[in-house]
């Protein structure tokens, strides 16, 4: 059978983890974990250092689950949100993003860096922004749950 989805992508802060926090997010642990049961590939886009991304992960147990990791380098130089997004889809051995293929973020720029990349761009409710933000940033969806990706599952 094939992956409920072809590929998803990750915001870090407020997406994966509860705002300005290592803390994961209600939910999201159960979700990821799933996920990576259902043999979809998982990448991480943020724009902390790749570093502390890898420990937060780690913290959290979910390091397994992620093939990709990618965000600020070890020189402190960020290329913005859409550059991290490509490097996280290179990581996961994938250039132009299959039909399907998903990127969760709670901030408009994670999802207008999702459509740069031909990803669907869904938004999350736990982090800072409201739902009429992440719409009019292109959101196809708006997650009040990690649990209602399902309900966007390719077929
Ligand atoms: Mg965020």
Redesign the pocket.
Known sequence: MAPPFPAVVF?????LTV?GTPRAAPGVVALVEALGRAGVPLAVA??APVRSARRVLDDLGLAPCFASVAGRGIDGRYGGKAAVVGEALLGLGITDAEPGAVML???PA?LEAAAAHGLRPVGVAW??ASAAELRAAGAVAVLGHPDELWSLRAS
Request: aromatic share 0%; hydrophobic share 15%.
């Open positions: 915001d870090l802060d407020g997406t705002p943020t724009s973020g709670d901030a994670d982090g800072g």
